[in-house]
């Protein structure tokens, strides 16, 4: 990798009070040729990634160390009508956080934000199972007028694939027109509407989102032995959340196969399916077994995923202690009805006519069949109305014939 020589740090004094009070708050600057500065930016930043290990997919998050640095032979101010201005943070055993700027006549944003991370760095990724070199990347909301500074206070989060950067307390520029931050600013839409007159009423409580209808689609998990699980569902995700005005909804989220990848993993005794979409960074089902009865259940789900109008975009759940899903090894769980598994207080996943095998599967198809309680119930309710109706018809006919009998009782023969 090439060396961090030269990057400039500004100490001045509002960015350091700023980075005091966000912790690793630090100042980046990109100068040209002459030493005047073309970009400057204050922030600090989080990252979520999710990554491969042998045991399945799991997640890490770090922040931007305080050695970060800017790569000056990947930095540049940008040549008119060649190429755009571009700050590059490295750190660690190859990481790098790129910003790159266009601008039009009156107005500049970061049209693009990329994450360069090493898998082979064992201190933030351990137990990966690839050493690879990855890059994401995605178009941002940042932007400011020129002559401008962008400020945003509010956590501004970037989604990129299977990565997720908030940066906090940020204050970036870029076409300087002088080697220091403009006095005039343009917030971010995070930290708005800006109140002018009175504060408003109080928020009323918001009505929950219209539930979509979930298509059902089947999925297949395969490992060095064949196919270790089968499910064929339809999913609903039933997510509490707090919006930025404060007020409490719950939201109903439904998982379209069309725009869904699913990958998993199979263990001796463990067996993963994991689902990702462009709002869904990880829903991971874990089917476990349990040797002393000779039956699969789902033993955990795992959701992390973005909700754009919460106060906090990224919401996470976990729990590994279900037991649901329940069947007979060599046998499959099916359930025409409707299933609520509750994962955590703000989190469900409503699962719609589900058929589902972990472990011991033959030749890529379902086993015998172990009919779930709901559907049982429901079979029960039809046989015990038309039980009733056929006594009721048994009872009215036998009150027919005692009545003619005893009115032919009443006659004598001439």
């Given at each position: ?22 912790g690793t708050a630090a100042t980046f600057v990109v100068t040209d ?235 001796a005794q463990l067996v993963t399916l994991d689902l990702r979409s ?127 009998k005893r009115s032919h009782a009443g006659y004598q023969t001439i």
């Open positions: 990798m090439a060396a961090l020589g030269g990057a400039r740090r500004r100490p001045l004094f509002l960015l350091l009070l700023a980075g005091l009070l966000h040729g002459n030493g005047t500065a073309c970009i400057m930016a204050n922030f600090s930043a989080a990252f979520v990634t999710s990554y491969d290990t042998r045991n399945g997919p799991t997640n890490v998050t770090f922040d931007l160390p305080p050695d970060a640095a800017v790569l000056n032979s990947s930095s540049s101010c940008g040549k008119e009508n060649a190429s755009a201005p571009s700050l590059v943070i490295a750190f660690g055993r190859g990481h790098r956080l790129t910003l790159n700027f266009t601008r039009n006549a009156t107005r500049y944003s970061v049209q693009l934000m990329g994450f360069t991370y090493n898998l082979s760095d064992t201190q933030i990724f351990p137990n990966a199972s690839s050493k690879e070199i990855k890059t994401v990347e995605s178009a941002t909301d940042i932007r400011a007028d020129i002559n401008k500074k962008y400020r945003c206070v509010s956590n501004n989060q970037i989604h990129m694939r299977n990565v997720t950067v908030t940066l906090h307390d940020a204050t970036i520029q870029a076409y300087l027109a002088s080697s220091s931050f403009s006095k005039e600013e343009t917030r971010c839409e995070q930290d708005g509407p800006f109140p002018t007159t009175a504060p408003p009423p109080p928020p009323r409580p918001s009505p929950s989102p219209t539930p979509e209808s979930p298509s059902v689609h089947k999925y297949n998990v395969s490992g060095a032995n064949g196919t270790c699980l089968l499910a064929s569902m339809g999913l609903q995700l039933n997510v509490t959340y707090s919006k930025r005005d404060n007020t409490t909804v719950s939201g109903l989220f439904s998982i379209d196969p069309s725009n869904t990848s699913a990958t998993g993993s199979c263990g462009s709002r869904i960074h990880s829903l991971l089902f874990q089917f476990g077994m349990d040797p002393n009865t000779s039956q699969f259940f789902l033993q955990g789900i795992q959701l992390n995923m973005t909700v754009p109008d919460a106060r906090d975009p990224t919401f996470q759940a976990d729990n590994s202690s279900l037991r649901a899903l329940q069947a007979t090894i060599g046998n499959s769980y099916k359930c025409n009805a409707e299933e609520r598994v509750e994962v955590t207080e703000a989190f469900s996943v409503n699962i719609f006519k589900v058929w589902v095998q972990a472990f011991q599967v033959q030749g890529d198809k379902f086993g015998s069949v172990e009919e779930c309680q709901l559907d049982e119930n429901s079979m029960l309710i039809p046989i015990a109305v038309g039980g009733a109706l056929a006594g009721l018809v048994l009872i009215v006919l036998i009150a027919y014939l005692i009545g003619r």
